[in-house]
């Protein structure tokens, strides 16, 4: 792939479903980083548990294969 540049509304929700076998990602935000300050969205799972380890275990169909 090529180079490119993705600005996003304040309030989106995104990630990465890479596809390759090697990535260079640089996030600009400002900081400091301070998670009690992270939004989570109302449909994402707790991060632990098995409900947690089923979205992954879903996330990881979606990029297909590669390599």
Known sequence: GRPFFQRLPEGTFHMLIIQTDFLVFKEAAPGPFVR????????APAEEGA?????????????????
């Open 36 to 43: 009690a300050n992270t939004l989570f969205p109302a449909w």
């Open 51 to 67: 409900a947690a380890d089923a979205f992954i275990a879903r996330i990881g169909t979606l990029g297909g294969s590669h390599g």
